[in-house]
């Protein structure tokens, strides 16, 4: 049960996206954080999110070979390409075997669990990834040649990763900066400043 208004590290409310209870940094799918919250229009939304600060993957290797890539696609092809997947097909697992595209994708198959398996009511789940807009390295390097032929047009991580699933909506990057200036915005003061304070000491947003 989520005890907090955000639970990190998380892997399922039951079971993780592998099977059985899971744990952190043990063959198992996790999130940084997740929040669950209600939107204006009345809907039972989860955040799943995922941070990156200083991260780049710039020669990323293709992980889908060996006895570790037969291991990946035992784990991950029927989930992804269920008929519940958020992924639209265009796309094969295979593409996708390259990070930061290998996280994503399974962070997307964690909230289709979540959908799937009704967890704290939602109806809608999100992956959002966090990261620095002057962190380029990371946002504008697309490290599968097959992304990169398939959508030439894309330049962003986030815009191959949009490309590939059928409510592009359901996955967004934003940065640190973004975030913390929303929950100025929206909050001011009060019984946040003192953690608004700290951000703006320590990050300068």
Known sequence: TVSSPVEFEWVGAESCLEGGP??????????????????????RRAYVFEWKYVEEYVGAEYLGAGKSGV?????????YSAAGSRFNGIVSLDELLYEPFYQIMRLC???DKMLRDKEFGVIEAKVVVVCPEGNIAYRETITSPALKT???AATTVGQAIKSSLRAPEC??????????????QNHGAGELSEWLG??????GY
Not at 22 to 43: C, E, Y
Not at 71 to 79: E, G, I, K, W
């Open 22 to 43: 899971g744990t952190r940094g043990a063959n198992t799918t996790s999130a940084d954080a997740l929040m669950v919250g209600v939107t204006d229009t009345g809907v």
């Open 71 to 79: 291991t990946r696609r035992r784990r991950y092809s029927d989930l």
């Open 109 to 111: 198959l964690l909230a």
């Open 150 to 152: 398939r959508f030439p």
């Open 171 to 184: 996955f967004t990057m934003t940065s640190p900066e973004a975030l913390v200036t929303a929950v100025r």
């Open 198 to 203: 700290y951000q703006s000491e320590r990050y």
